[in-house]
């Protein structure tokens, strides 16, 4: 395939997030994380106790986002939050963001969902959680409220549905690092989760850790074919965090030789090689992540925000005159 410059919208050499509802609502929307009060059956007791080795929520939800506190007064708050940088945008999507958003009854989700969708700015919802906390029962209602069929009168300037979407973590594509890191379920139940949710047009996302314990960089390389067979509309990745207090610093403490942890140029060179791998129409939402550095470790990075990491990813496409589905 011949690069073209406008081969994807926005004059970028990879699929856009942001771009997709720019194009399609005309206008950018932003996410406002909400805590909902939500915990997770690895750390009920259900499948497990104390959660994924790496896993410490306070690290990457903002200060406004806060269980107890009510759901539009987290939404007005993230709204003067982002103002500051977004002073253009004019509409929300509010997004249940820690730990498993789905993991209650379907009445209980309802009533959460419905709250959130009932401030005059959110025009749509994002639920991040668990492939293994949802359901048919579930995913059908949420297929309704995107229809219309739930909330039948809901009506916003531009919108005459919301946008409902769903998105999951499944962190690694391998079994083998799933449960090294405590996971509690394989990779056959993210599957058949992002399935179900594709059939109801819930534009399900994945989110994928790189450098996972035991995983190197061909392995995060080969696992992009096993990413574009599956029915996702949009993919996060992060770069593995060692945060403080976890049991993941344990392990890296004794063996650090498991843990591929590069630096950001090379880091940077491995999202490259994946963007060629992937599906062109997969919309890529995230490439790196950020979480505050009191949180972690040691800042390996130094305090490079998530901005001149995308500046940066640009300028290495266009050096090594690539695009995402290049390779594809």
Known sequence: MEWIPDYFPDGKRYNTFVGYYRRLYG???QKLVIDAGFTCPNRDGTVGRGGCSFCDNAAFHPAYSTSGKPIAMQIDEGIGFHQVRYRN????????????????PLSRLASLYSEALSHPSVVGIVIGTRPDCVDEEKLDWLAGLRTGKVLPGWRRDGFDRPVVKVEYGI???HDRTLERVGRGHGVEVA??????SAERGLEP????????????REMLIDQCGFISSMPLHSVKFHQLQIVKGTRIEQEYSAH???????ELPEYLDLVCDILERLRPDLLIERVAGEVPPRF????KWGL???FQILHMLDDMLEERDTWQGRLF
Request: charged content about 20%.
């Open 27 to 29: 206008e950018r929307l």
């Open 89 to 104: 945008t004019r509409h929300y999507l509010a997004y249940f963001q820690s730990y498993s958003n789905t993991y209650a």
């Open 171 to 173: 962190e690694s594509c």
């Open 304 to 306: 490079i925000r998530n």
């Open 296 to 299: 972690v470790r040691e800042t």
């Open 205 to 216: 996302g994945a989110h994928f850790i790189l450098g996972l314990p035991g995983e190197t």
């Open 256 to 262: 650090p030789e498991d843990f591929y942890m590069p």
């Open 191 to 196: 599957v058949q989760a992002v399935k179900m």
